[in-house]
């Protein structure tokens, strides 16, 4: 199980990035990307691997964009930071 610790740090690295920009006011459920931080997290632990590449097919499949991985990089490096000091991996 996922600690809602985590997912907060992770919510508010989503959050500081804002992928969607403007659209993100028009989400009702958006709920400063909880859901996302959650798949992002759980993928990583299924699967082990890059974390921006995790980031990317997280997020462009729930709202739809076109992220490369390069567009994912520092994100995942501050969310696999996270993971590391709390020994995820």
């Given amino acids: 199980m996922i600690e809602d610790?985590?997912?907060q740090e992770v919510m508010k690295i989503l959050t500081d990035w804002n992928?969607?920009?403007s659209r993100a006011s028009t989400i009702s459920d958006l709920d400063n990307y909880?859901?996302?931080?959650?798949?992002?997290l759980c993928?990583?632990?299924?699967?082990k691997t890059n974390t921006a590449i995790i980031v990317?097919?997280?997020?462009n499949q729930a709202f739809d964009l076109s992220l490369s991985a390069a567009d994912c990089t520092s994100v995942g490096h501050k969310?696999?930071?996270i993971l590391k000091e709390?020994?995820?991996f």
Avoid: C, M
Avoid at 34 to 40: G, K, L, N, P, V
Avoid at 43 to 47: C, E, K, P, S
Avoid at 56 to 59: L, P
């Fill in 86 to 88: 709390q020994n995820r």
């Fill in 19 to 21: 992928p969607i920009g």
């Fill in 79 to 81: 969310i696999h930071k």
């Fill in 56 to 59: 990317r097919e997280v997020i």
């Fill in 5 to 7: 610790e985590l997912i």
């Fill in 34 to 40: 909880r859901t996302e931080a959650i798949d992002i």
């Fill in 43 to 47: 993928h990583f632990d299924l699967n």
